[in-house]
């Protein structure tokens, strides 16, 4: 693909096939991912790639802790929740996956099972956890850099016919994953990649999600009209 088929072309995959993606394509993908630049070169980023039956009981293990109720356990900061614009831009997205999969505003029983596909990783056969070291903790050029090394790997993935999303419920219980991931302390869990093969029967996967204008983000200083 050209670059900007890539950038133009990618969207958040919430569907898979169930095949299995072979570990060096993934390693190609990390190979490319990892030319991301990062604050002087410091490349605080590691990555857990897994599959088959650890991915299973991490999946299992996230949706019955939050069914019971358990309190989310995220390791990075969330802040409040959305407001304003960025609220709108939220629920702009979910209605617009909502529509793509049937899911009526009453319907809370198939509400709820999509958000609990988020916390078994959208069934996908990969996920890779993103995370970062801890003597790094507490700079912000750390997270900053862990975006651009997630940001270069999705796209990577789509460049290679994989699809890809990346999300925070697939780590909301964090003792979980730590525990089946073998995730090393010294290590802070950032973020999860789901991966995989693209099901283009799954209704959702053909969401394209909306951006604003270069003119609403941007603002030019001593350029001449």
């Known amino acids: 693909m050209q670059f900007d088929d890539v950038i133009l072309g990618r ?5 898979y096939k169930p095949d299995p993606v072979p570990k060096a394509l993934i390693e190609e993908i990390l190979r490319l991912a990892m030319r991301a630049p990062s604050s002087m070169n410091t490349q605080p980023w590691n990555f857990y790639v897994i599959t088959g039956e650890p991915l299973n009981r991490i999946r299992a ?38 529509a793509a999969m049937g899911i009526a505003r009453e319907d809370k029983e198939m509400r709820q099972d999509w958000v609990l596909r988020g ?4 069934d996908a056969p990969v996920c890779i956890i993103v995370t970062y070291d801890r003597v790094l903790d ?39 994953v730590r525990e089946h991931a073998g995730i090393a302390d010294d290590q802070i ?13 799954f209704p959702a996967n053909a969401v394209v999600s909306e951006r604003k204008s270069v003119e609403e983000a941007t603002t030019f200083v001593g350029f001449d009209d």
């Not at 109720?69 to 407001?83: C, D, K, L, N, Y």
């Not at 090394?149 to 699809?163: C, D, E, M, P, Y």
């Not at 869990?189 to 029967?201: E, V």
């Open 11 to 15: 969207r958040s995959i919430r569907g």
């Open 189 to 201: 869990i950032m973020k999860s990649i789901a991966l995989g093969w693209p099901d283009d029967t």
């Open 61 to 98: 293990g996230n949706t019955e802790r939050m069914v019971a109720g358990v309190p989310q356990s995220r390791e990075f900061r969330t802040g409040e929740a959305f407001a304003g614009h960025h609220r709108d831009r939220q629920v702009g997205v979910a209605k617009q996956l909502f």
């Open 138 to 176: 507490g700079s912000d050029d750390t997270p900053f850099d862990c975006g651009a090394v997630t940001t270069a790997l999705v796209n990577a993935a789509w460049s290679r016919g994989l699809g890809a999303v990346i999300n925070s419920q697939g780590i909301m219980q964090s003792p979980v």
């Open 119 to 122: 916390f078994r990783q959208f």
